[in-house]
């Protein structure tokens, strides 16, 4: 691999993770400088001639090695945004920590990180990961032969505009930045921010456990009690928001020279995610014929299904079903259970994915899930 002038600020006090940086550093043909603790991190910080940081987020505050925590690696992440501007220093933040839960990962992401990676890290493919995630972020901030200093380029401040809803892909500016392609989040959390309220005409807010249920990737049998299930679901809206974010950015950046900030799209300052009043939504996509479209009999389709108006912008019942989708009322239409597990065979598809495609039927009235006997199965919904 061809070197780099690339240089690294690796925060680790483990020796044998810090060796296993090193070897990936070779990998990567990237300097590095390792510090152990919180006070020679602030140290070679200051120096002003690093790219990007990768921050185990418990280390000690002093070279002594003792009492490391949390605190001090989280003091640290928000310093390097204080010193180097919020966001412009890619941040990879090392942690076993991730079983806290959505809390801690949103808390993270709103500290400026750009990429959580959990430990251990001899299982993850980290020269590749930091390769993907820096050739993102150096589309949004370019460097220059200074490391770390942004190119001064003029852009222009984003300014608010259409996003366009159409059936295979969602657009802003006249720019695609989401397109239907089954995979991901990003295109359900976007038809589940584009809603707006009845009385108010803004737009919804959602927390990131109610956006997980609308997207049907987490457990929601009992609202007051958090599953695992639940914790992931929450852990990926966050972790999708903040790379669609990052891909919004960089799309307007380099195709239309528009400076796009963090909140400039998706806002989620203190009243859950939601698009900024500065969004219009228009509406090109068509919402399907409850019954019809979808080819399944009318005796299986529940009547208190109601047609969506034709002037309340389009949710993600009203998009077109995908192949997966289809072929599972097919496949219930012959038979009359279905599993998870069929579904995730027949299209070699995650856990996840299928769970959305099926949990997205289920919100449309077409199928139902019927608990036991257990694991439970899924069938075409049936009227009373």
């Known amino acids: 691999m061809i070197k780099t002038s690339l240089k690294a600020l690796v925060v680790e006090d483990d020796a044998n993770v810090v060796e296993f940086i ?10 590095y400088v390792c510090a152990t603790n919180l006070q020679d991190a602030r140290a070679a910080l200051r120096k002003g001639d690093l790219h990007y940081v990768l921050l185990d987020l418990k280390i000690p505050a002093l070279p002594d090695g003792m009492f490391p925590s949390i605190d001090s690696g989280m003091t640290f992440l928000s310093e390097i ?3 180097r501007g919020k966001g412009r220093t890619a941040v990879f933040v090392m942690t076993s920590h991730t079983d806290q839960g959505f809390d801690m990962a949103a808390k993270l992401i709103e500290m400026g990180t750009t990429k959580c990676i959990p430990k251990p890290l001899e299982n993850k493919p980290l020269s590749q990961i930091i390769q993907e995630v820096l050739a993102g972020h150096g589309k949004k901030y370019p460097l220059d032969g200074k490391a770390g200093q942004p190119v001064t380029e003029e852009s222009k401040p984003f300014e608010g505009g259409v996003m366009a809803f159409f059936n295979d892909r969602i657009e802003l500016l006249g720019q695609i930045i989401v397109e239907n392609n089954g995979t991901g989040h990003a295109w359900g959390i976007l038809q589940a ?19 997980a249920k609308e997207l049907g990737i987490s ?4 609202p007051h009690v958090k599953t695992a299930e639940d914790r992931s679901g929450e852990n990926a809206i966050a972790q999708c928001v903040s790379e669609l974010r990052n891909k919004i950015g960089e799309i307007m950046l380099e195709s239309m020279n528009i400076g796009c900030q963090r909140d400039d799209v998706i806002d989620n300052r203190g009243k859950g995610y939601h698009l900024r009043n500065w969004i219009t939504v ?19 389709v529940p009547a208190n299904v109601p047609a969506p108006k034709a002037d309340v912008p389009a949710c993600p019942r009203n998009v077109p079903l995908n192949e997966r989708q289809h072929w599972a009322i097919e496949q219930l239409q012959k038979d009359e259970k279905l599993g998870r597990t069929a579904i995730e065979k027949q299209f070699k598809i995650g856990e996840k994915t299928a769970k959305r495609d099926l949990g997205d039927l289920v919100k449309r009235g077409l199928i139902e899930f019927v608990r036991n006997p257990k694991p439970g199965h899924y069938r075409l919904t049936r009227r009373n």
């Open 193 to 211: 921010l584009r809603k707006k309220n009845a009385s108010s005409g803004k737009s919804v807010n959602y927390s990131a456990a109610k956006l």
């Open 282 to 300: 228009d509406d090109h996509d068509r919402p399907i014929d409850t019954g019809t479209s979808v080819d399944v009999p009318a005796s299986n």
């Open 81 to 83: 945004g204080t010193v």
């Open 22 to 31: 090193r070897r990936t550093m070779v990998v990567l043909g990237h300097d």
């Open 219 to 222: 457990g929601t049998a009992n």
